[in-house]
């Protein structure tokens, strides 16, 4: 049963026992939990993918942090996660990924009136709307074939082309399959079904544009680079993932200048090799970089486990919460509570 399906299993039972009680004795005083975007009627290319939190859902999970966390400032996170001085106290410290534009509409003015800060962590690929992620046009196909304004004849002639691509028989199947190499099938897929993804650029403006990137970091956040265009590192070779690295943390550099230098790998850091790390180590190319692997115990100095809140079934974040804590305590006891990225 892999880590997922776990913590699926045991979030049921996160009611029985107030898990965030268990911190003094596991550690991970400090956590720093994830989101993509927060909003009430999820558009298309982002309701496919995950379970998006409502206003509402997102306030109430905050509150759950406020209540039994402090909210980190940048001093804690240099203090804390960079230096690694320990700490008696619970600190949390958002992130959020992808650059979406719900993160300057929604999420920052939610976490300034609660006076938190956070990270958001963005893919220069998509900054001001210049491309859509592959993920993104994948849901966007998934939502128009879920709303089944496809005629016959285009679900038809979307099979021969998949079967002839790549052996899928089902669209849907290859949807949720499809990863950064397919997506110049995406686009074929798209034509298909008249989807004009440059339209829903230009209409929808999914991605925030870097004058609103920049209003964010003067209002005290962090910005972060999150590779140049969110391919999976784990099926991209070892020279393309530190280009992807050090250009992502270029274009920061050169367009947003931030205070700290933060990278959060995109999808997972699993299967990334030991020398990347050594090598922006060497380089300093980032203060701190991220995974996504929850409460975990990381070897890699300065780089920090994020969890994942947008967890499928699991709906709000106290459930998630405990959900990480009891999991990695059942981990520790089997001796599989540090992270094994081969």
């Not at 992502?248 to 200048?257: A, D, F, H, K, S």
């Not at 933060?262 to 970089?289: G, I, R, Y």
């Amino acid at each position: 049963m892999n880590s997922k399906r776990v913590k699926h299993f045991l979030s049921p039972f996160t009611g029985l026992m107030p898990a965030e009680k268990l911190r003094p004795f596991l550690g991970h005083r400090f956590i720093f939990p994830f989101w993509h975007a927060v909003s009430d009627t999820p558009p298309p290319h982002l309701s496919q993918l995950y379970s998006i939190p409502t206003t509402s859902g997102f306030e109430h999970d905050l509150d759950f942090f406020l209540t039994n966390y402090n909210p980190a400032a940048i001093e804690d996170v240099c203090r804390l996660a960079i230096q690694g001085e320990k700490t008696g106290e619970n600190y949390f410290f958002p992130t959020f990924d992808d650059g979406l534009a719900e993160c300057y509409s929604v999420i920052a003015p939610i976490l300034k009136k609660k006076g938190i800060q956070a990270a958001f962590f963005i893919n220069p690929s998509f900054v001001d709307n210049q491309s859509l992620f592959h993920r993104h046009k994948a849901s966007l196909i998934l939502h128009f074939l879920s709303s089944q304004r496809s005629k016959p004849a285009e679900i038809k002639e979307a099979e021969q082309l998949l079967k002839q691509e790549k052996g899928y028989k089902s669209p849907f199947r290859f949807l949720h399959d499809s990863v950064f190499t397919d997506h110049l099938l995406l686009d074929r897929l798209a034509a298909v079904f008249r989807i004009d993804f440059n339209q829903y650029l230009a209409r929808q403006q999914p991605y925030m544009t870097l004058g609103q990137i920049r209003e964010l970091q003067d209002d005290g956040f962090l910005i972060g680079a999150h590779g140049m265009d969110h391919r999976e590192f784990f099926l991209t070779s070892e020279d393309e993932i530190v280009n992807q690295i050090s250009s992502g943390m270029e274009y920061l550099n050169q367009n947003i200048n931030p205070p700290l230098k933060l990278f959060a790998f995109p999808f997972t850091d699993f299967k990334v090799p030991d020398s990347v790390f050594e090598k922006a180590s060497q380089s300093k190319t980032w203060d701190l970089s991220f995974g996504t692997a929850g409460i975990k115990d990381e070897m890699m100095q300065n780089h920090i486990q994020r969890i994942p809140m947008e967890s499928g079934r699991i709906r709000n974040g106290k459930q998630v919460i405990r959900t990480e804590y009891i999991s990695y305590l059942i981990k520790s006891l089997l001796g599989k509570n540090k992270v094994r990225r081969q």
